[in-house]
């Protein structure tokens, strides 16, 4: 079949539809919605440019899920649909050429407003669900987050890196890591570019990549992911691991930025306001343990980490305390911290490190790291892990690297965390959980 768009080219009518008006135009698009009225019929239009909607007269013998090439002519209109991705035209079609036809009909309703179905079928039949418009509009909003990290990186000066995702040890400790046979030789699915980030400080001084890594929970949670996009930054010739909290911060606000110029027709689709923000606030551990121990009677205090309820119940306080949807906690227990996380001088049992909380839920955990030779050797021994083991990684320590820190963050988490959704998974196109391998 001869390609309808030129290689290369979008259809005048993709770049500004709007500027089009009585313009004929001709171009391509998948039936999402027909209302048949008897003299006239709306089609609903998918295009690459939103759905568009067009006016066949008389009763039209076209199929929802058909795609067609239109021939027809811009005219002004008044329109409500929220789907429409102009409500300000439409399309009167003369002439049409069936492409495509559907062979059954969707399991359901996909011109709903909202689908309304369970998550189970929502992702057994990810590949029809996906093409709802809320569901789309989840997916349009994190491919803006994605690109405003990536905008903002390079602005930065982090240069982008692409990790191997086949790994012989893994960075973040712990039992949630996927093993694998590699000709023989035991391999694993990366935890994180971790090592590999810190390589890249040592080479462009600031690296960053956006990459799936993959995480062995065993437990279904709305919160975790089998695989999972992270965004990972890391820098060079810092002094503190504050910088990379201001470095963050920077770069948030940027992305937050993007995305609204980016995704507005998505926003208001799903009917989300972003708040403003210059800064972030912070607190200690320690603080938030006194906190949510006092304020809401939540009594972990000999917990050295953070449970997901004293997440939230923080966040809420941070909210009513500061405005701010977001908090930092800073000086992390370092027991809980992985080996490569530089401990503080003045109290060994604190890290120099941070998470991130956003609207009740750890989005990032950053920090500086061990820089010098010694010091990592001597933490590995600390911790009873053999240094031979990691030879290839304090390679980059020996032949010196700079004082450096950085910070890795899960996309799906800030994704359903922007929407408001109920789960991680509804952020991952095609999700991995402990029961779900496929689509
Ligand atoms: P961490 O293991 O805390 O740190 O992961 C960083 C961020 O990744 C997200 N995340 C997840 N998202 C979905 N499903 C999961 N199973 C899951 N696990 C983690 C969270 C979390 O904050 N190397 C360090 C980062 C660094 O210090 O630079 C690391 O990977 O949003």
């Keep these: 079949m001869k390609s309808i768009l030129p290689a290369g080219e979008l259809n005048q009518f993709f770049i500004n539809p709007e500027s089009m008006v009585d313009a004929d135009v001709d171009f391509t698009g998948t039936i999402y919605k027909i209302k048949n009225l008897g003299q006239f019929s709306f089609v609903h239009l998918s295009t690459l440019a939103g759905i568009f909607q067009s006016v066949i007269t008389g009763e039209c013998s076209l199929k929802e899920g058909s795609s067609i090439h239109v021939w027809g002519k811009v005219v002004t209109a008044k329109l409500k649909d929220k789907v429409l991705a102009s409500k300000t035209i439409e399309i009167q079609i003369s002439k049409w050429k069936t492409l495509s036809t559907h062979y059954e009909s969707s399991p359901f309703d996909l011109t709903k407003p909202e689908l309304n179905i369970h998550n189970d079928v929502l992702f057994d039949q990810r590949m029809i669900s996906l093409r709802h418009p809320r569901e789309k509009a989840i997916f349009k909003i994190q491919e803006a987050l994605g690109e405003g990290f990536r905008r903002a990186l390079r602005k930065r000066g982090c240069t982008e890196l692409r990790t191997p995702k086949i790994v012989k040890?893994?960075?973040?400790?712990?039992?949630?890591?996927?093993?694998?046979?590699?000709?023989?030789?035991?391999?694993?699915?990366?935890?994180?570019?971790?090592?590999?980030?810190?390589?890249?400080?040592?080479?462009?001084?600031?690296?960053?990549?956006?990459?799936?890594?993959?995480?062995?929970?065993?437990?279904?949670?709305?919160?975790?992911?089998?695989?999972?996009?992270?965004?990972?930054?890391?820098?060079?010739?810092?002094?503190?691991f504050e910088e990379v909290m201001a470095f963050e911060t920077g770069v948030l606000k940027e992305v937050f930025e993007f995305l609204k110029l980016e995704c507005s027709f998505e926003l208001e689709l799903l009917g989300i306001s972003l708040k403003e923000f210059e800064s972030i606030p912070s607190l200690t551990f320690k603080e938030v343990k006194v906190i949510v121990s006092r304020e809401f009677g939540i009594h972990e205090e000999n917990e050295p980490d953070l449970s997901p309820q004293e997440e939230l119940k923080i966040s809420e306080w941070a909210l009513s305390q500061w405005g701010s949807d977001f908090l930092f906690v800073t000086h992390y227990p370092s027991e809980k911290r992985p080996f490569?996380?530089?401990?503080?001088?003045?109290?060994?049992?604190?890290?120099?490190?941070?998470?991130?909380?956003?609207?009740?839920?750890?989005?990032?955990?950053?920090?500086?790291?061990?820089?010098?030779?010694?010091?990592?050797?001597?933490?590995?021994?600390?911790?009873?892990?053999?240094?031979?083991?990691?030879?290839?990684?304090?390679?980059?320590?020996?032949?010196?690297?700079?004082?450096?820190?950085?910070?890795?963050?899960?996309?799906?988490?800030?994704?359903?965390?922007?929407?408001?959704?109920?789960?991680?998974?509804?952020?991952?196109?095609?999700?991995?959980?402990?029961?779900?391998?496929?689509?």
Excluded: W
């Excluded at 973040?172 to 990366?190: K, R, V």
């Excluded at 401990?343 to 989005?363: A, K, M, Q, T, W």
């Design 169 to 240: 040890e893994g960075a973040e400790g712990g039992a949630n890591i996927f093993e694998l046979n590699y000709f023989g030789q035991p391999a694993y699915l990366t935890q994180s570019p971790q090592f590999y980030k810190e390589f890249g400080v040592g080479i462009f001084e600031r690296v960053f990549e956006i990459a799936p890594v993959f995480r062995a929970e065993k437990h279904n949670t709305s919160r975790h992911l089998n695989e999972y996009i992270s965004v990972d930054a890391e820098i060079g010739n810092i002094s503190s």
């Design 340 to 439: 490569y996380a530089m401990d503080s001088e003045v109290n060994p049992e604190e890290s120099l490190s941070f998470d991130l909380l956003y609207r009740g839920v750890e989005i990032t955990t950053g920090g500086q790291r061990i820089h010098e030779y010694e010091a990592i050797v001597n933490k590995l021994k600390r911790r009873g892990m053999n240094p031979e083991h990691f030879e290839f990684f304090i390679k980059a320590h020996r032949y010196g690297l700079p004082p450096h820190g950085g910070f890795g963050l899960g996309l799906e988490r800030l994704t359903q965390k922007i929407i408001g959704l109920e789960s991680v998974k509804r952020c991952s196109l095609f999700p991995r959980d402990i029961s779900r391998l496929s689509p």
